[in-house]
């Protein structure tokens, strides 16, 4: 019997398995077969797949499993933003996979990276992605990339062109933590800490958007949808007009979710956003409308302050829901002391679970 809840997806090939497979790993998952090395995005990889990481990340956590398959081994962590969890939980996860983390930050601790082809670099850019990478490669078995939207251009940011650049040029395995567009290690430390809450049935998800002060990018968002999708839960997506998540990225998160036995609603009313679910998940976003305009996003979103905050009264119209965002939080910006002390909050657990699944992800992908 199936151990996921995966009902109608179906993995896309059957690789012959070895003797020497990890035998927790399903038989006909013997092998990564998503189109690529990467984990770029959830959606290169199957309903199965991602239940999969979740199952090899609960063995992690109930320490069931301890193997050291990086033994030897150093992952490159290229970090051009700041981060608490995904910064740490790496350097952890690898340590306790039996490898050596090597952080590095452009124009920090490292030089600053120019990823357009092409260019003349006579401006403030001193080593181009080309050579970073295929340098980075020779020392490292696997990179790991932070690079946030710079909430700038729209068109450009939402091809996701430095993790691309990265990918492109990368004979090892790139692995995404967090771009413009993608946050997939949070949202698998998200479907992870739903399947432990709730177990393997599918439950309806609100992912909802909040008043912050200023326009964040919207990997998290994006991610949440998309993996809530590929997990067959029903999700219902609340924010505000104008503030609508990318077309294509919605397209996918439809058929995803058709295609596994859930459900999208998309609502713009944040009274009636609540109604008997059973996960909310706060995240704030700036609209695709606004970028390289910040000052008229921060006009537009004023009107919501107070209105669009997870508190008390909204969880009160929930199915006695659980409460979860990815951290860092605004509190009572985003999310009351009242919701997020409650023990209703999972946040905690959450922040946790990217340690377990990140190993999960780095011991089948690193080779
Ligand atoms: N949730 C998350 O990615 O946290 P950090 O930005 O602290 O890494």
């Given at each position: 019997m199936s151990s996921t809840n995966c009902r109608l997806n179906k993995p896309k090939r059957i690789l012959k398995t070895s003797s020497s497979e990890n035998l927790a790993w399903p038989r006909f998952l013997?092998?990564?077969?998503?189109?690529?090395?990467?984990?770029?995005?959830?959606?290169?990889?199957?309903?199965?797949?991602?239940?999969?990481?979740?199952?090899?990340?609960?063995?992690?956590?109930?320490?069931?499993?301890?193997?050291?398959?990086?033994?030897?081994?150093?992952?490159?962590?290229?970090?051009?933003n700041p981060s608490l969890r995904t910064r740490a939980s790496m350097q952890v996860g690898i340590y306790e996979l039996g490898g050596n983390p090597v952080v590095l930050?452009?124009?920090?601790?490292?030089?600053?990276?120019?990823?357009?082809?092409?260019?003349?670099?006579?401006?403030?850019?001193?080593?181009?992605?080309?050579?970073?990478?295929?340098?980075?490669?020779?020392?490292?078995?696997?990179?790991?990339?932070?690079?946030?939207?710079?909430?700038?251009?729209?068109?450009?940011?939402r091809t996701d062109p430095i993790l691309n650049a990265f990918?492109?040029?990368?004979?090892?395995?790139?692995?995404?933590?967090?771009?413009?567009?993608?946050?997939?290690?949070?949202?698998m430390a998200d479907m992870m800490t739903i399947r432990e809450k709730f177990g393997l049935e599918k439950k309806k998800v609100l992912l909802t958007w909040a008043w912050?002060?200023?326009?964040?990018?919207?990997?998290?968002?994006?991610s949440f949808a998309l993996a809530s999708a590929q997990m067959g839960h029903d999700l219902v997506i609340a924010h505000p007009r104008i503030y609508e998540l990318d077309e294509e990225l919605m397209a996918n998160v439809k058929t995803q979710s058709a295609d596994n036995g859930g459900s999208v609603e998309i609502v713009n009313d944040v009274d009636a956003a609540f109604d008997s679910?059973?996960?909310?998940?706060a995240k704030s976003w700036g609209s695709k409308n606004f970028y390289g305009n910040q000052d008229a996003d921060i006009q537009e979103r004023a009107q919501y302050r107070g209105k669009w905050i997870v508190n008390e009264e909204k969880m009160a119209q929930t199915n006695n829901a659980i409460f979860?965002?990815?951290?860092?939080?605004?509190?009572?910006?985003?999310?009351?002391?009242?919701?997020?002390?409650?023990p209703r909050s999972f946040v905690i657990d959450e922040a946790e679970n990217r340690l377990h699944i990140q190993k999960a992800i780095m011991a089948r992908l690193i080779h």
């Amino acid at each position: 019997m199936s151990s996921t809840n995966c009902r109608l997806n179906k993995p896309k090939r059957i690789l012959k398995t070895s003797s020497s497979e990890n035998l927790a790993w399903p038989r006909f998952l013997s092998k990564v077969t998503s189109m690529d090395k990467n984990f770029l995005t959830t959606s290169d990889f199957t309903c199965d797949e991602l239940s999969a990481f979740i199952e090899s990340a609960l063995r992690f956590k109930r320490g069931e499993d301890s193997a050291k398959p990086l033994n030897g081994k150093s992952v490159g962590l290229v970090f051009f933003n700041p981060s608490l969890r995904t910064r740490a939980s790496m350097q952890v996860g690898i340590y306790e996979l039996g490898g050596n983390p090597v952080v590095l930050e452009p124009g920090g601790t490292s030089w600053t990276i120019e990823h357009r082809d092409g260019v003349v670099m006579d401006g403030d850019k001193t080593e181009h992605i080309k050579e970073f990478v295929r340098v980075l490669e020779r020392y490292v078995a696997a990179i790991g990339v932070r690079t946030f939207a710079h909430l700038k251009d729209w068109q450009e940011e939402r091809t996701d062109p430095i993790l691309n650049a990265f990918a492109r040029y990368s004979s090892v395995p790139i692995i995404n933590l967090e771009s413009a567009m993608h946050h997939p290690c949070q949202s698998m430390a998200d479907m992870m800490t739903i399947r432990e809450k709730f177990g393997l049935e599918k439950k309806k998800v609100l992912l909802t958007w909040a008043w912050h002060p200023k326009p964040l990018p919207m990997a998290v968002p994006n991610s949440f949808a998309l993996a809530s999708a590929q997990m067959g839960h029903d999700l219902v997506i609340a924010h505000p007009r104008i503030y609508e998540l990318d077309e294509e990225l919605m397209a996918n998160v439809k058929t995803q979710s058709a295609d596994n036995g859930g459900s999208v609603e998309i609502v713009n009313d944040v009274d009636a956003a609540f109604d008997s679910v059973e996960v909310v998940y706060a995240k704030s976003w700036g609209s695709k409308n606004f970028y390289g305009n910040q000052d008229a996003d921060i006009q537009e979103r004023a009107q919501y302050r107070g209105k669009w905050i997870v508190n008390e009264e909204k969880m009160a119209q929930t199915n006695n829901a659980i409460f979860m965002h990815c951290l860092p939080v605004r509190r009572n910006v985003i999310v009351t002391d009242g919701v997020i002390d409650s023990p209703r909050s999972f946040v905690i657990d959450e922040a946790e679970n990217r340690l377990h699944i990140q190993k999960a992800i780095m011991a089948r992908l690193i080779h």
